[in-house]
């Protein structure tokens, strides 16, 4: 089972839950020595479910509240906040028109008879976004509204309000906030100065990059478009893992020979194995070794939540040492998991994580994070 479904099934199992894990373990890799005197104390990622709303806060205590629109699907809305006393939330939605298209901005928005304009954010993200000004004054009236729709060209639609209070409420009392002049749901008068401060960022260093001759012809197209994969060498292709793997993919003439290598020093190098494939998922298991594949090792890769050793739809690159994944709830890809390793010289390093749980139309620029690094 992929660590999506388990998340859901945890879901399903409390809705009102919480999640808080502790995150990678620290190595000599990631230098929690450079925090700052300012920083706050160390925080794990969490994520919490209120009614309709969810929130999710990362390592940095980067927080995120969003809910749905009533009919499930077509639109939705994002309040995001960083941690800190001078960080001011932002208010972002997402519409789509009847065919999945993007819609023209601006975006009107209404909140209980109160009208407000957003617009049109990054191109191919169906997202609009308020100003400043707008977003503070939309965050006063938004936990004890009753009725949010947004409209664009002839589409309109009904966003859930049920649970934003208790998730913005939830994010005040994460960041620190509660009874102070910055809070959204329980403002107070204690000054901006008591608001608790960031936490520092563990610091991921990559290793020095090194040449690829020998490799640079695989992962490109032969003359009659196929992919040229290299030949799996024996000593990996005698790891248990391997074998496992290779005997899922036997009935597809594709991932039965889609190897991929490269190298991440002069006397190591990085093998994936394709283990299975569907519709949008490709998932591979990698393998660190010496020269010619000699001496496989699998490679487990840390995780918000703890480790893998499956890595979906991953890609290497071996000029900046990161390996890229995105795992697709669904095959519009509006939900998920996308991720992003380093090798550092002695392993792969978490280096960023992104999760959607709900499948609601939100491109993955405005996934919440749940682990951040320097």
């Not at 509240?65 to 939330?89: L, Y």
């Not at 789509?96 to 990054?122: E, F, H, N, Q």
């Not at 002695?346 to 491109?363: D, I, N, P, S, Y």
Request: charged letters at 20%.
């Amino acid at each position: 089972m992929n660590r999506l479904m388990i998340c859901a099934a945890a879901l399903l199992l409390g809705a009102c839950g919480d999640k808080s894990v502790a995150g990678p373990a620290i190595d000599t890799d990631l230098d929690p020595s450079q925090a700052t005197a300012a920083a706050g104390p160390a925080v794990s990622p969490e994520a919490r479910s209120f009614r309709d709303w969810r929130a999710q806060c990362d390592n940095g205590n980067v927080c995120a509240a969003f809910g749905p629109s009533t009919a499930g699907t077509g639109g939705w809305i994002r309040v995001t906040r960083e941690p800190g006393a001078t960080a001011r939330p932002g208010v972002v939605f997402g519409l789509r028109g009847d065919s999945g298209s993007d819609i023209p901005g601006p975006l009107t928005v209404k909140l209980d008879g109160k009208t407000y304009a957003a617009a049109a954010g990054a191109p191919d993200t169906a997202a609009f976004v308020l100003s400043d000004a707008d977003a503070a004054d939309f965050l006063t009236r938004l936990p004890n509204s009753r009725a949010l729709t947004i409209s664009a060209g002839d589409v309109s639609l009904d966003l859930s309000v049920t649970g934003a209070s208790a998730a913005l409420l939830w994010i005040d009392e994460r960041q620190g906030r509660l009874d102070t002049v910055t809070a959204v749901v329980r403002k107070g008068d204690r000054p901006a100065s008591a608001v608790t401060a960031a936490p520092a960022l563990p610091l991921v260093v990559a290793a020095a990059a090194v040449s690829q001759q020998g490799f640079e012809q695989y992962g490109s197209r032969d003359a009659n478009g196929d992919t040229r994969s290299p030949p799996l060498p024996a000593a990996v292709a005698a790891m248990p893992a391997a074998r496992s793997c290779q005997a899922d993919v036997a009935d597809n003439e594709y991932l039965s020979t889609a190897f991929t290598v490269a190298r991440l020093a002069t006397d190591t190098e990085l093998w994936g194995v394709p283990c299975f494939g569907g519709a949008y998922n490709m998932g591979y298991r990698y393998f660190t070794t010496g020269v010619g594949g000699t001496n496989p090792q699998p490679v487990s890769f840390p995780t918000s939540d703890g480790s893998t050793f499956d890595v979906i739809n991953g890609q290497f690159d071996p000029a900046t040492r990161i390996l890229d994944s995105f795992e697709k709830g669904r095959g519009l890809g509006d939900c998920g998991t996308a991720s992003a390793w380093v090798w550092t010289g002695r392993a792969f390093a978490l280096k960023t994580e992104q999760h959607m749980e709900e499948c609601w139309g939100m491109v993955s620029d405005y996934w919440p994070t749940t682990w951040r690094t320097r």
